[in-house]
């Protein structure tokens, strides 16, 4: 059997998502959670592998179970029981052979938030980025509509290293919509939905977007970093306790090419 899972968590004391011996990371956790409840180990894959101290909401999970049947609802109450309340099954299903978390994704889209405020707030500290200058949201919408579109996002994304032999891998990515929300009282969200991200890319994104805000840039410069290619021509990387992993896009049943939202 294949089963989904919909998991949110909170990603600070977390190196990241995947499984790494010797530390504490939320697959780790989670797989040995899920082991534990099923009585067999399995191998899990995500819609997106986030980095140290990023959160998620919507992340996908899948994996194979050794069974004809499976009590989901048992096996999700032991898990958030185990692992609660910083990684929560909000979902679980059990879904066609051919689903896999990661390659079935039409679409991941992340949120950051952002405490624009000249005082911090305790309560949102955790899981947003506080800046005291005042930002221009006019210039930081401005700025994101170039990033609409197919483009070579190496100037937002930490390069990976090619294997031996191998050629660099491609940095070309298709984003579907950038857009800032005034939530009110100095809280201000960026939604980035592409069809998928290049390590930090969204990090690397945002503190750029950020620093024409603030006026360090100016926002007509946006289409030139892009072009440029070059990660020293953008600016420093947003922190990671303001991005989360909002959700994840497959595609409908019997309806090929369409997109819906978890």
């Known amino acids: 059997m294949r089963v989904k ?14 499984v790494n011996a010797g530390v504490e990371t939320v697959g780790g ?12 180990p399995v191998v899990l894959t995500c819609a997106g592998r986030t980095d140290a101290g990023v959160h998620a909401w919507g992340q996908v999970v899948s994996f194979d179970v050794d069974a004809d049947d499976v009590d989901l609802v048992r096996v999700q109450r032991s898990v958030n029981r185990q692992c609660r309340p ?26 950051y938030t952002i405490v624009n405020r000249p005082v ?30 197919e483009h070579d996002f190496a100037a937002f994304c930490r390069r990976p290293k090619p294997g031996p032999g191998l050629a660099p891998p491609s940095l070309i ?8 929300h005034d939530q009110g009282e100095g809280v201000l969200r960026f939604d980035l ?53 909002w959700e994840v896009c497959y595609r409908s049943p019997g309806a090929p090419g369409v997109g819906s939202r978890i």
């Open 29 to 40: 956790t989670l797989g040995a959670a899920l082991a534990r409840a099923l009585g067999q």
């Open 173 to 180: 990515r298709r984003v579907l919509d950038a857009r800032w």
């Open 120 to 149: 911090p707030d305790p309560f949102l500290a955790a899981t947003t980025w506080w800046v005291d200058q005042p930002l221009d949201l006019a210039a930081m919408r401005l700025a994101a509509d170039p990033l609409i579109g």
């Open 86 to 111: 910083r990684i929560v099954v909000r979902e679980a299903a059990v879904v066609d052979g051919t689903f896999d978390a990661r390659r079935s994704a039409l679409a991941r889209c992340y949120r």
């Open 193 to 245: 939905d592409a069809s998928s991200f290049c390590h930090q890319m969204v990090r690397a994104v945002v503190g750029t977007l950020v620093a024409m805000g603030t006026g360090r840039r100016r926002a007509g410069q946006m289409r030139s970093i892009l072009a440029s290619g070059d990660r020293a021509r953008a600016a420093e990387l947003a922190p990671p306790q303001g991005l989360c992993l």
């Open 5 to 18: 899972l919909v998991v949110a968590y909170h990603g600070a004391g977390f190196r990241g998502f995947a």
